[in-house]
């Protein structure tokens, strides 16, 4: 309760703002998804570039409308905030952070510990051999202290950990791993309270609605939490499909979390509308990123009403589960603004056209959006 109402304090003051019409993307009598969702939790979105930038005027005029929570989609990623030892850019972080303020928001800072979009040179000596134990814990530290540090009282969460485990629940043997030992997971914790003694700290990661790797999670932060690492989170990414995972797996997961006494959060929402290519799993693949299979690619000229429907549908009871555990549910965070620019459109097979998210290619509001908004004030 304590987090909750703390997150409230960041955007409430935006509540008493009236924003322009936004011209494209919804006009005066357009219901906010934030005002709508208002005692349930945050309710929020990714942003890229060109919107941190304000290039992409029409994503900036929807973000503010609708969102009070954002997150970004890479900057705070370590190979593009320090891609070489030392070399620190935080133009687009700042860039981010004044949006933010400007708006009332809270921000979340994604991540400061991955096996991903980090550059090979942090877990190398000066000879090129793999660095030491000590050498890769201060390297850890220093980047933690720098990057969280500078956004301290500022960005008011952070993914400390990212994407740790395998599928069937274990440790990924990612060079953190090999190097420092399971130690790395409390010492990233430790070092991001140091950094910032009032941010929430969370680990994030996919596919949890799977029940193996769930589980595995769930041992993850007992392991944490036994060890005085200071987690107060834990991020679903959710990246859904339209028939998978069930709606029962997704509730086990929401309160398999929820039992662990820490927030749960939806960290990067869509759903899926396109079939699945052989062989393709719920996570991240690039032997399938230049696949050209037949047949899955089939909404090129738009989204059939059908298929419309049943995501407007499968998003309806998706929020229905959400709203049920709206008192363990801190945020609902979306990976992306609209159908244009979600990551969806070239992955796992470049050129593809997905359309996950609840506004169009043209930023107009979708039958997703009405049914979101129509069991939020109806509950």
């Known amino acids: 309760m304590i987090m909750r109402i703390k997150h409230y304090l960041y955007y409430l003051p935006v509540l008493l703002i009236i924003f322009p019409s936004c011209d494209n993307s919804a006009d005066d009598t357009t219901p906010r998804l934030k005002e709508v969702y208002s005692d349930a939790f945050l ?15 029409s994503s900036v005029r929807i973000i503010e409308t609708h969102y009070n929570t954002i997150t970004p989609e890479n ?34 800072g994604h991540t400061l510990v991955w096996h991903s979009q980090t550059p090979g040179w942090i877990f190398l000596d000066g000879e090129g051999n793999p660095a030491d134990r000590e050498i890769l814990l201060e390297r850890m530290r220093d980047h933690i ?33 090999r190097i420092i030992g399971k130690e790395y997971l409390v010492r990233a914790f430790e070092y991001a309270r140091e950094a910032d003694p ?34 107060t989170g834990i991020g679903t990414q959710s990246h859904l499909h339209l028939k998978t995972p069930s709606l029962e797996e997704i509730e086990n997961t929401i309160a398999d979390f929820a039992a662990l006494g820490i927030d749960v959060m939806i960290t990067e929402l869509e759903i899926d509308v396109l079939p699945y ?15 050209n299979e037949e ?49 969806k459109n070239n992955y796992p097979a ?19 959006f009405y049914e979101l908004v129509s069991i939020a004030r109806t509950r």
């Open 145 to 177: 202290h720098t990057v969280a540090g500078r956004y301290k009282g500022r960005i008011h969460g952070w993914d400390v950990v990212n994407e740790a485990l395998n599928e069937d629940g274990t440790l990924r043997d990612s060079p953190w791993y």
């Open 43 to 57: 309710i929020g979105t990714a942003m890229n570039r060109r919107q941190i930038s304000g290039e992409d005027t």
């Open 350 to 368: 470049r050129g593809r056209t997905n359309h996950p998210l609840l506004f169009d290619r043209e930023w107009q509001p979708k039958p997703a």
């Open 75 to 108: 900057i705070t990623k370590w190979q593009v905030i320090q891609p070489e030892p030392g070399n620190f850019n935080f133009e687009p972080a700042d860039r981010f952070v004044d949006f933010g303020e400007k708006n009332g928001m809270f921000m979340v």
């Open 295 to 343: 047949g899955i690619n089939p909404y090129t000229e738009g989204l059939p009403d059908d298929v419309q429907n049943e995501l407007a549908q499968r998003y309806r009871d998706i929020f229905e589960i959400y709203l049920r555990h709206s008192d363990a549910i801190t945020r609902v965070t979306f990976w992306g603004v609209n159908d244009g620019n979600t990551w």
């Open 198 to 231: 009032d941010a929430e700290l969370y680990y994030n990661d996919y596919n949890l609605e799977d029940p193996v790797k769930r589980a595995g999670v769930v041992k993850l932060v007992k392991y944490l939490q036994e060890n005085g690492a200071p987690i």
């Open 277 to 291: 290519p052989t062989g393709y799993y719920q996570g991240i693949d690039l032997s399938l990123i230049d696949r």
